[in-house]
Every structure is written in structure tokens, then in C-alpha cells.
DNA sequence: TTTTTAAATGTAACTTTGTTGCATTAGAAT
DNA sequence: ATTCTAATGCAACAAAGTTACATTTAAAAA
């Protein structure tokens, strides 16, 4: 995303345009892996506090702007939306999780099919973490 | 599980019989939902030290006879493996994790087609985990 | 059964991540 | 330019993960 989309995407939600959140939100749109905060942190060089950084990421996903996603070490991961809309909010995609680079990435277009659970469950919302060797690490 | 098959699945690990493993394993096999090392504790009544019980379920898990699975919320949570042989491990099940209650549960028989990936990917795992109302809280 | 020894445990301590309260700062509306 | 609320930075704390080391215990050997 360049500045305007940014400043314009912002906007939309209703949240200040400040530094943290054009820098996040710049820096997850640059990304096509998911981030971790510390290393989002390491990207700033350390000039935004960890606080700040923590509530600019649970601002940014409240508003769907991004999402989060664990690995599957149980690190929390920031990833942009790319295939949500405004109005929906597209969370059931898979993500792929390369044991050797640990990067996770969204497999946006590729379509899961929920299996049918027993009588009396309702599905909400799938997480769907492929684990293996991604094609970058494949070919080295 | 008994006593006596709590013994021999520890004996078939080569992991001594200790007091703690025992009381790890029992719990977990009394148990259909996957708890978490604070759960767990509880059950102890403060007993077990902390560092041990982290100890005891890394080994466990380590051995094949537990599975540890992140819920949605990144809180890491441990299962006995029932549908794993001892020379398999069978990691690939899904798990349903309730919003209401909070329980993630084993769904093994549940059977789940992995989705084609694009050329280069290598599968070696999946974590699939679905989010939504489990029967017991549907019914309240 | 006693001795031996490697494995398991408990204690302490430290790291990382998540989280809240409060005083200060800054964006944007007037 | 002024005002006001939202956003930030700082301090502090909580919880979870993790390691080192001294002590204890399970089980093998004598």
C-alpha cells in the first residue's frame, strides 16, 4: 500500500492517522509472510515502544484492517487482509507455515471445505495451519 | 487409563514411573478436552511444581503420548493422543474449540481432506482447528 | 536387601509476551 | 490558533516459557 491507500484505509475506520499505524500497516502490506511483533519491532529499529506497538496491532485487527494468526510454535502473527472486504471479514483461509524458514503465509485463494461435525455443533470460524516445506525452502 | 496402563504405556517409553507422569497422564485421560498446564495444575492442588509439570507434558509430548494443540486464543492446551499407535503418530485430526466454553476437544474420527497446494509446497502436518458452539453449550 | 547411578525433581532465576493505569502528547475538528 | 479526545510513552505487573544446578528418587546392579 502507498501513503494514500493507507491514509485512505485509515479513514474508513474511524482511526487516527499516526506514525505507529501507517508504519505497521506499511510494513505488514511490504510483507507476504505474517509478522511477530518483535519483528515488526526490529523493522521500526526499536524507535516505537512495545506498548504502543501491541495496542496499534489490536486496533488494527479489531477494525479488520489486519489479522492474527498463530504459528505453529504458538507465536502470534500479524498478516494484512488482503481478500477481506469492508463489510466481510474473511478469516477462513489457510495458511501455510514452512518448518524450515518458520515464515507463514495466507493461502488466500486456495478454497477449505469444513467438514460436517457431529449433530449440535455450529461452526464459527476456521484455523487452518498447514505445516510442511514452503517452495522456497523446497528448492534450496 | 489404570494404573496398570498408565505403568506399562510409561514403561514402553523407556520413562521412568514417577509420581507427577502418573498424575499427568490420568488426568489427561480422564479428561475429553485438552487442558492447559494452569488447568492441570489446579487438579494437583499445587502439589506439582510448575517446572516439573512443563517438564513432564514436554516429554510426554516428545514420547508421542500427549499432543500439545494452541486454541484460538494461543493458549497452549495438551491431549492424550488416543487414536496414535505407538508407531505413528497421528497428528493430523481435527480439533473443535468452543466459544462458549472455551473447551477444545478432539474430533478424530472426523475426517479431513487436505486442500492441494501450490507446486513446490511440501505437506509434512496439519493444525486444524474449528472455532464455534459445541453440542453441550448449543443446548443451553 | 543394600548400593549405585542416571534420571527426575525442586528451587531459583531469567526472558518473553501480554496487559493495564496514568500522565503526556498529538491529530483533527472548530 | 484553540480545544478536545484519541493515541502514545512510561512504569509496572502477570503469566508462560525456559535454563542451571543442587537434591532426590526410581530402578538397575551388586
Known sequence: MNDLQ???TLRSTGLKKTSVRVAVLKHLSDE???LSQPELETLFEGRENRVT???VLRDLEE???IHKV????????FALCRSCTEHQH??????FNCIECKNVICLDDI???IPSLPTGF???NIHFTIEGICEKCNKI
Open 70 to 77: 498463530y504459528d505453529v510454535e504458538g507465536t502470534a502473527r
Open 32 to 34: 507476504i509472510k505474517a
Open 6 to 8: 493507507i491514509e485512505e
Open 63 to 65: 477494525k479488520g484492517l
Open 122 to 124: 455450529k461452526v464459527k
Open 90 to 95: 474473511h478469516d477462513e483461509h489457510l495458511h
Open 53 to 55: 506497538v501491541y495496542r
Open 111 to 113: 478454497n477449505v471445505n
